[in-house]
């Protein structure tokens, strides 16, 4: 049996989808009290981006918002994210899992 | 003799500025003295300072001294932990005295490593908030002799004001305390350094009461992420040494009291600083006929590594 084009454009495509489910990263959004110049913020981001599985970190200093990008399996929990932040010399104030496309 | 110790007075007063100043760690920080804010545990920070002491105000117009200190001075700062820093202090100086002896205009000079001081930093107090933070950190530390204390010219020994290295083991403590907000930080310590006798020679010991004023003057309006801050920087130094003993016996021509006032400014990013400021002493009490100091320049920079 021989697939029409708009079969294997499918069938593809589904591959596609399926594989950016399977890697699709979580994101995190912490609260991070203390922070209050660009230099600080450097410590936080070292401590943060040490943890295994996290990808990309980004900080807000006029909120004091950390948002952290994780890959898809690896464990990152509020207890791993305040030892980054303290170890860093600042406090977490927050923790919250952010749904997939609202992280900013 | 009455020149020598006179310029004593002047190293002890450039020494507050090396020592006392080189003690920053590389944080966004005063410029001439230290800070309570922390480094990241595991974290190196490297601070390189310059900085120039120009004292040729003499009252003794026979003597007509002319004493220039510069010096690199090299501070590295590890987090052993949230709370407890250790920085290590070593300055490359180049010292000068230029000096009328028996009629004769004479300079006493040497250059190289002088002492190397480490500072252990505890931060006793921590309240943070969003956008702002206050921390009180009281430090202690040590001078080692590893400098030159022996140096000698045609004309013999050098002055101990003009020697690298002090000789002695000398012993430094005071408290920090920082209050950082997005717009300004201000910070406030209380310093005293004892100094000990070596070769029979025995600086006075310093006292020292600072305060500093960093205020963001650009940008005027945050923007998200993380943007480089322009501080506009003031600070006050209020340095107290005592006289320095030679054989036991107190030198009336040295020692004395001034207070600084340093504008600067620093340029912050999150990885590096560029900052410069200028120590102008605007009231010198001192005894006798202690050198005055005309000012002491700082520049320099800061690096996360």
Same mark, same amino acid.
């Given at each position: 049996?021989?697939?029409?084009?708009?079969?294997?454009?499918?069938?593809?495509?589904?591959?596609?989808?399926?594989?950016?489910?399977?890697?699709?990263?979580?994101?995190?959004?912490?609260?991070?009290?203390?922070?209050?110049?660009?230099?600080?913020?450097?410590?936080?981001?070292?401590?943060?981006?040490?943890?295994?599985?996290?990808?990309?970190?980004?900080?807000?200093?006029?909120?004091?918002?950390?948002?952290?990008?994780?890959?898809?399996?690896?464990?990152?929990?509020?207890?791993?994210?305040?030892?980054?932040?303290?170890?860093?010399?600042?406090?977490?104030?927050?923790?919250?899992?952010?749904?997939?496309?609202?992280?900013? | 003799?009455?020149?020598?110790?006179?310029?004593?007075?002047?190293?002890?007063?450039?020494?507050?500025?090396?020592?006392?100043?080189?003690?920053?760690?590389?944080?966004?920080?005063?410029?001439?003295?230290?800070?309570?804010?922390?480094?990241?545990?595991?974290?190196?920070?490297?601070?390189?300072?310059?900085?120039?002491?120009?004292?040729?105000?003499?009252?003794?117009?026979? *003597?007509? +001294?002319?004493?220039?200190?510069?010096?690199?001075?090299? &501070?590295? /700062?590890?987090? !052993? %932990?949230?709370?407890?820093? $250790?920085?290590?202090?070593?300055?490359?100086?180049?010292?000068?005295?230029?000096?009328?002896?028996?009629?004769?205009?004479?300079?006493?000079?040497?250059?190289?490593?002088?002492?190397?001081?480490?500072?252990?930093?505890?931060?006793?107090?921590?309240?943070?908030?969003?956008?702002?933070?206050?921390?009180?950190?009281?430090?202690?530390?040590?001078?080692?002799?590893?400098?030159?204390?022996?140096?000698?010219?045609?004309?013999?020994?050098?002055?101990?004001?003009?020697?690298?290295?002090?000789?002695?083991?000398?012993?430094?403590?005071?408290?920090?305390?920082?209050?950082?907000?997005?717009?300004?930080?201000?910070?406030?310590?209380?310093?005293?350094? *004892?100094? +000990?006798?070596?070769?029979?020679?025995?600086?006075?010991? &310093?006292? /020292?009461?600072? !305060? %500093?004023?960093?205020?963001? $003057?650009?940008?005027?309006?945050?923007?998200?992420?993380?943007?480089?801050?322009?501080?506009?920087?003031?600070?006050?130094?209020?340095?107290?040494?005592?006289?320095?003993?030679?054989?036991?016996?107190?030198?009336?021509?040295?020692?004395?009291?001034?207070?600084?006032?340093?504008?600067?400014?620093?340029?912050?990013?999150?990885?590096?600083?560029?900052?410069?400021?200028?120590?102008?002493?605007?009231?010198?009490?001192?005894?006798?006929?202690?050198?005055?100091?005309?000012?002491?320049?700082?520049?320099?920079?800061?690096?996360?590594?």
């Amino acid at each position: 049996m021989k697939m029409t084009w708009r079969q294997t454009v499918l069938i593809v495509s589904l591959l596609l989808m399926s594989t950016a489910a399977v890697a699709a990263p979580q994101v995190y959004k912490l609260g991070v009290d203390g922070l209050a110049c660009p230099f600080c913020a450097y410590g936080v981001e070292k401590k943060l981006k040490a943890v295994k599985g996290v990808e990309k970190v980004d900080v807000d200093i006029k909120t004091g918002n950390v948002i952290v990008t994780v890959v898809e399996g690896a464990v990152f929990d509020q207890a791993t994210a305040k030892k980054a932040v303290t170890e860093a010399g600042f406090t977490l104030r927050g923790f919250e899992k952010i749904p997939q496309g609202t992280s900013k | 003799m009455t020149t020598t110790h006179g310029a004593a007075k002047v190293t002890i007063t450039s020494l507050a500025g090396l020592l006392l100043g080189a003690a920053c760690p590389a944080w966004p920080a005063p410029i001439t003295f230290n800070t309570a804010l922390p480094v990241h545990e595991g974290g190196w920070v490297l601070r390189e300072q310059f900085v120039l002491s120009k004292n040729a105000d003499d009252p003794d117009p026979a *003597a007509d +001294r002319n004493m220039r200190a510069s010096g690199l001075v090299s &501070v590295l /700062g590890y987090g !052993v %932990s949230r709370d407890f820093a $250790l920085f290590g202090v070593l300055p490359y100086l180049d010292k000068r005295l230029d000096v009328n002896v028996a009629g004769e205009r004479v300079t006493r000079s040497d250059e190289g490593v002088g002492d190397l001081t480490v500072i252990g930093r505890y931060t006793a107090y921590t309240s943070d908030a969003p956008g702002r933070t206050f921390r009180i950190a009281p430090f202690l530390g040590v001078k080692a002799p590893t400098g030159p204390d022996d140096a000698r010219d045609d004309l013999g020994r050098l002055p101990p004001t003009v020697q690298l290295g002090a000789g002695s083991w000398d012993f430094l403590g005071g408290v920090v305390a920082t209050h950082q907000t997005l717009d300004f930080q201000v910070d406030a310590q209380l310093a005293y350094r *004892a100094n +000990r006798e070596a070769n029979g020679f025995r600086f006075g010991d &310093v006292g /020292g009461l600072d !305060v %500093s004023l960093q205020y963001r $003057l650009w940008p005027q309006r945050l923007g998200s992420g993380i943007p480089a801050f322009l501080y506009g920087v003031l600070e006050a130094n209020l340095v107290h040494a005592r006289k320095n003993r030679l054989g036991g016996i107190r030198d009336p021509n040295s020692g004395g009291t001034t207070l600084f006032l340093s504008p600067g400014l620093q340029y912050v990013t999150r990885k590096w600083i560029l900052e410069a400021g200028v120590q102008i002493p605007v009231v010198q009490d001192l005894n006798g006929t202690a050198l005055k100091n005309d000012h002491i320049f700082n520049a320099g920079f800061r690096i996360n590594l």
